[in-house]
């Protein structure tokens, strides 16, 4: 226990690694876990039933696992799940979930989350995402692996973000946002495919060429939805090196609930 600053309230039934650091004047409540090489830094809250997992850093002034700002919620034992290796900036704040969804927010592992993120109740954010300050997640949201999104910008509740997509700053995300692409503004506009961030993730020419295929597809030969969907999923047989990534999309497409960014 010696790496619990001595003014850090930590509640009986805590359970907490003896390798985890607790910095001053931090509140711990009692049916919080925290993983090996975790560090929480002073001034921060972490309550509810939340399970944080190994090396994760939260900066100070961050509230983690605070009950949802869903009128509904009743106090039910819900839960704020957290991965590995994650950064969590000042001011950030991560709620539960609520029974009315899946019960629990959950947050995967190396996110890189920046000041005053908001995570909504029953949020779902994958691995490798990058929020910028201020980015505001509804509740219900799910991103998907390497999203990134840029700074002020808010996604509305249920919307999905795929894989790789990129959403610009100040954007208002109202309708679902596709894999692999480059969106922005208010109201959103598609601008292409986020073909730096593939790049920076090893994708090759060939699979980048098949992305773009998909965006025309979907984007600049005026066809509906189903045509592009059918037009997608048939990629999958003339580009075998791309299948996953055609999988990827076909998938995200065959999920939506709000319509689509066009």
């Excluded at 690694?17 to 993983?35: L, N, Q």
């Excluded at 039933?49 to 509230?63: E, L, M, P, W």
């Excluded at 795929?162 to 995300?173: N, Q, Y």
């Excluded at 109201?187 to 790049?199: C, E, S």
Aim: hydrophobic fraction near 40%; proline fraction near 4%.
């Amino acid at each position: 226990m010696s790496n619990i600053h001595p003014t850090a309230l930590v509640a009986e039934g805590a359970v907490l690694d003896p390798t985890v650091t607790v910095g001053p004047y931090t509140v711990i409540g009692p049916h919080v876990k925290v993983g090996a090489g975790t560090v929480i830094g002073p001034h921060c809250v972490v309550e509810g039933h939340t399970t944080i997992g190994q090396d994760n850093r939260i900066f100070q002034f961050a509230s983690v696992g605070a009950a949802n700002q869903d009128k509904k919620y009743r106090n039910e034992p819900c839960e704020l799940v957290i991965g590995d290796r994650n950064t969590i900036r000042e001011f950030c704040t991560l709620h539960v979930g609520t029974v009315q969804d899946k019960s629990v927010t959950r947050v995967g592992s190396d996110n890189w989350i920046m000041a005053y993120t908001h995570i909504a109740h029953d949020c779902v954010v994958g691995n490798h995402t990058t929020l910028a300050n201020n980015t505001t997640l509804g509740g219900h949201v799910e991103l998907g692996d390497w999203v990134t999104v840029g700074g002020l910008a808010g996604i509305h509740q249920f919307v999905k973000v795929g894989a790789h997509a990129m959403v610009g700053f100040a954007s208002a995300v109202s309708q679902d946002v596709p894999p692999f692409l480059l969106v922005d503004g208010n109201p959103l506009a598609v601008h292409g495919i986020n073909t730096v961030g593939l790049r920076r993730r090893d994708f090759s020419n060939e699979r980048i060429a098949v992305i773009k295929q998909m965006h025309k597809l979907l984007y600049r030969e005026g066809r509906t939805l189903a045509e592009a969907r059918g037009a997608i999923e048939a990629l999958a047989q003339s580009a075998p090196h791309a299948a996953a990534d055609v999988a990827a999309m076909s998938g995200f497409l065959a999920a939506a609930t709000r319509g689509i960014a066009r």
